[in-house]
DNA sequence: CTTTTTAATCAGGTCCCCCTGACTAAAATT
DNA sequence: AATTTTAGTCAGGGGGACCTGATTAAAAAG
């Protein structure tokens, strides 16, 4: 049985972190207020470039399921980033009822940089802890992995997978 | 210099963790399905509750000014809380003009509870875990005050200060 | 060759965050 | 007493995340 106090220690701080880093976002996003330049983060629009950069030219079907999203849902999403020339929409040539959707450039480098980047705090830490971080999060990783499988036992597995692919390319 | 590969692990693993909480997250909401449940994060309504938890009947000006709002959003947002039973508004009997909002017992309980919970994964770790991740954050943290002071020195320490009031019940 | 299924679209809606502009009521100044 | 500043309000708007319902075009099935 761990330490109750401990636990409500690494809470705090942990809380603290998801707050501080925000601010700090914010302030970011401030300071250059290039026009476009938003966040992106797990929802919408951005769910949808994830999934296309680990996966490219899916139909819109293929994304509202893997995503859990409605077909409307995807659809306008998808025009909102088509506006933002980080995807194109082109007719399938063996199947024409469907639509392709493909990352452009832009959208690629976008949805690279939105992940693929070492957050500058990192370099606080020494090397020790750096391994004792990820070792951790790992662990936390794994809990929450297990959470979800039990909360939604019909696609079990499905999650991780999904998460697991998407981070492959970037470990290499 | 720390070491780029280490680094790169850590952050893999950040994203990773960012990615799965949110989906646990989501999965958890989707099950209770408790009509008016919402996240409330440190955003509009969620970010006014956080203000007033710490320094409770202030007027909307302030609370606009503190949390960098117009007073049109901060009304906005204050408006529906009121609706929501979280917080009241009365004419403060000194200065007709202003307004002070104050939490109810709903809305604190519900401030309280939206951060001061320990998340289950946290079970995952041993006390001696929980020890390097805590001391982890509080590095994390130090690093990201440095960072927005320093990207916004108008108001040097006010983040912190805002923040470590607020944590301080908490760890109590 | 008709049904039926499938992929998309349009229309319209709910709720959230956040802003500008115009206007009122009550203090503070002059 | 007249003016200006201050705290709020209303109206309206832009974007974002989602959804349901109705309809169309193309492929698959009977």
């Not at 999203?69 to 025009?79: D, G, I, K, M, R």
């Not at 639509?99 to 450039?105: A, H, P, S």
Request: proline share 2%.
């Amino acid at each position: 049985m761990p330490n109750l106090e401990k636990q409500k220690n690494a809470a705090g701080k942990l809380i603290e972190f998801g707050m501080v880093r925000h601010t700090a976002d914010e302030i970011a996003h401030r300071n250059h207020t290039d026009k476009g330049e938003r966040p992106l983060r797990f929802q919408g629009q951005g769910k949808i470039l994830l999934a296309l950069s680990q996966d490219d030219g899916l139909s819109q079907k293929e994304l509202a399921t893997r995503l859990n999203l409605t077909v409307q849902s995807t659809a306008e999403f998808v025009n909102k980033l088509v506006k933002k020339d980080l995807v194109t929409k082109e007719k399938s040539t063996t199947d024409r009822r469907k639509t392709i959707i493909r990352l452009t450039d832009l959208g690629r480098t976008t949805a690279d940089t939105e992940t693929a980047k070492v957050p500058e705090f990192l370099n606080a830490l020494t090397d020790t802890e750096l391994d004792q971080f990820t070792s951790i999060l790992t662990k936390l990783n794994a809990s929450l992995y297990d959470e979800i499988d039990t909360a939604d036992a019909s696609q079990s597995g499905k999650v991780q997978q999904a998460v697991t692919d998407w981070l492959r390319d970037w470990f290499l």
